[in-house]
């Protein structure tokens, strides 16, 4: 049913696009409301691929590298690495997704339980590729709403980002409480990133020489039971 109408509201447009006059009566269908304000190229374009995913012939989409840390700047390496864990926790199928299901046991879990209709409008409101699941990236993009400050109080996606533990509206990049303030921080903080880095890498030398210390340790302890 989505497909056909999709279809008839296709070619409807198309004719729309080159006639001198507008056409009555789909004007004021739902999907004409949707998308009026946009441009017929732009329209042609989003419609014919909703309606061959619809109908399963959307051609695959070329493959981009995605670095959530020079894409997500406004957010420290531990705060990415948080949702990524978070992310990974609920992708039960492993499969780089988190699909209506999945999201439907996260915000149980979360204590926030959500109606198939709220799910799918989760959803929906950061889908850029209307494939009807989270990615990684679209993941990332909630909590980048949150602390814009773009999200409604009631909606089920800000209560997916309150509820998940990772403090974005307040901890931010360097500590900075506004988001925009934040982002202009990361711009001139572009060594923070590396920073870390080698915090982590010291972290795991010291590790490894107290562990070496207390190898030595114990053999020393040894040769004088031995001795």
Do not use: W
């Not at 509201?9 to 006059?21: D, H, V």
């Not at 981009?64 to 406004?74: C, D, G, H, L």
């Not at 309150?162 to 931010?172: F, N």
């Amino acid at each position: 049913m989505a497909s056909q109408e999709l279809a008839e509201k296709l070619q409807s447009r198309q004719a729309a696009t080159q006639e001198a006059e507008p056409r009555p009566g789909p004007e004021h269908s739902p999907v004409h409301a949707e998308y009026m304000a946009e441009p017929a190229s732009e329209l042609t374009a989003k419609l014919t691929h909703r309606l061959d995913i619809a109908q399963g012939t959307a051609a695959p989409r070329p493959t981009r590298v995605f670095n959530p840390y020079t894409e997500f700047k406004e957010f420290s390496r531990k705060q990415i690495k948080d949702m990524e864990t978070m992310f990974k926790r609920y992708d039960t199928g492993k499969d780089g997704f988190i699909d209506l299901m999945e999201l439907k046991l996260m915000m149980e879990k979360l204590g926030a339980p959500q109606t198939h209709l709220s799910l799918k409008n989760m959803i929906k409101e950061v889908d850029e590729d209307f494939d009807g699941k989270l990615s990684f990236r679209e993941f990332l993009l909630i909590f980048r709403r949150a602390a814009a400050g773009e999200l409604q109080e009631e909606s089920g996606l800000m209560a997916l980002a309150k509820l998940s533990e990772i403090d974005v509206s307040t901890e931010g990049v360097m500590g900075a409480k506004d988001f925009f303030e934040a982002k202009m921080q990361a711009v001139s903080q572009g060594s923070k990133f590396e920073a870390e880095i080698r915090e982590e890498k010291e972290e795991r030398k010291r590790q490894e020489e107290d562990k070496k210390k207390r190898q030595a340790a114990f053999k020393q302890l040894q040769s004088n039971f031995c001795s």
